[in-house]
């Protein structure tokens, strides 16, 4: 039976960022996925928005894990060539009442620390995003707002956990296991691992794994669904700025935001759902969305719609994340991680390395991941790329080549998408599906050299 010293359950982005972090402390770790890839729970699908943590509750955990994953992903971002789109946001107000509620959004982004953040007029707002509706009555500007690509981080993070000697299973659900007061034997569906140390960070089902491991469990799990809009490439030169509404005790509200990808995105919505695995979209929600998107900015009237997609977060009957150790047993629960894990994951991965008492450790060399931001050069901007397969995104036979041939490759087709853009533009795959299936015939596999 193979031994470890940490086990991982979940690669979504807070067990990725954690596994990494426990590897660069010197642990030998196991990252276990039950998903055909990395990313396939809850962190498949967000806003890619790297917040500052200016509306976060005051004081908490995730506060800090916010500002402490912002600061950390700014210098690695730099480091590992991810694209940053320094958009800034604007919380617009767009009634009397709301406007009234500015002020307390900027005190509270000040005793936040987020010190940049000021009231801006309707006149401000219009200079910067001329198209926007001229109902908009004031804002608070958080220059420090960021849109980012929410994958390709993660896949970087996941090739430096090999390079530390770290192994992945992915295809590897967890169905059990037994603490003997030394180590873990953990039980999956590719057969019995051992691991001195746990940490849970199953996203949607971490309230499971706690009562399946540990036999309780102090949250449950109450998925919370997010609908989006992503308007045609065209849409995003009417925007340049993150536009947030005046939230509400529930959630964000409905954004509207470029993608680093050269995209318009408008959602989440905010729905309360039983089911944990699937998120469909729904024809009342996305009309909904459309319609508030033309208020806000009239121009997206005409606009096609490339897609629409949902996510699941994992939310809980707290607002809190839900982070605790149990020393006895040499385990730690990362829960409920609802909707700020993208921006906040490697400060989580610092608290629960603290938590285990792991050392910071050594920085591993960063890998350079491909650059699939619209506005950076792309792959098919350099000759020899060989052809392009997808003519949407623009992505070629080489960068398909490279993710299947590379260091961490793709477990499936979503994988693939993620790594590369392939089949995510206009015609959602409709003209290159076929060419990508020849390219990658028996070569999407999770079981494929992600091993030492
Ligand atoms: C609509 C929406 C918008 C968002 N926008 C933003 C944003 O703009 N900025 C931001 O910072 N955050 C955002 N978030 C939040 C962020 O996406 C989540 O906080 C984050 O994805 C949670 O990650 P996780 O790793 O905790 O969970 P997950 O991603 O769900 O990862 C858990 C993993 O565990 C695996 N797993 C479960 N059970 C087992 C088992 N038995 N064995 C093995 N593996 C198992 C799952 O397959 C999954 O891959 C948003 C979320 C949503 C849904």
Known sequence: MDRFDAAIIGAGVTGVA????????????????????ILSGASKANSALLHTGFDAPEGSLELRCMQQGYSEYMGLAQAMNLPVLKASAMVVAWTEAQETDLQGI???AHRNGVTDTRLISRADILSREPGLSPKARAAVLVPGEFVIDPWSPFHGYAQQILNLGGTIRRGTEVTGGAFDGQSWRIETSKGTFCADRIVNCAGLYGDRI???????????????????????????????????PVPD?????????????????????????????????TRSALDMLQQRAVEILPALQDMPVTATYAGLRPATEFKEYRIHCDPARNWVTVGGIRS???????????HVADLLGAGPGES????????????????????????IVCHCEMVTRREIEAALNGPFPPGDLGGLKRRTRCAMGRCQGFNCMGRIAELTGGRLSPDIAVAP
Do not use: C
């Not at 954690?18 to 890839?37: F, P």
């Not at 995105?265 to 089911?275: C, F, I, N, Q, S």
């Not at 060399?365 to 000759?383: F, G």
């Open 340 to 350: 700020t894990g993208l921006t906040a994951s490697l400060g989580i991965a610092r």
């Open 210 to 244: 706690d009562a399946l491991l540990l036999g309780r469990t102090d949250f449950t799990i109450k998925p919370r669904k997010g609908q989006f809009i992503v308007f045609d490439k065209a849409a995003a030169k009417q925007l340049n700025s993150i536009i947030l």
């Open 364 to 387: 591993p060399k960063p890998p350079q991941m491909p650059n699939l931001a619209e506005h950076l050069p792309r792959d098919w901007q350099s000759p020899g790329y060989g052809e």
């Open 249 to 281: 005790a529930r959630t964000k509200g409905v954004v509207l935001t470029p993608t680093i990808f050269g995209n318009l995105l408008v959602g989440p919505t905010a729905e309360e759902t039983e089911d944990r695995h699937r998120a469909t979209v």
């Open 18 to 37: 954690t596994a990494r972090r426990l590897a660069m402390a010197g642990l030998r770790v196991l990252l276990l996925e039950k998903g055909e890839d």
């Open 106 to 108: 900027l005190s509270a």
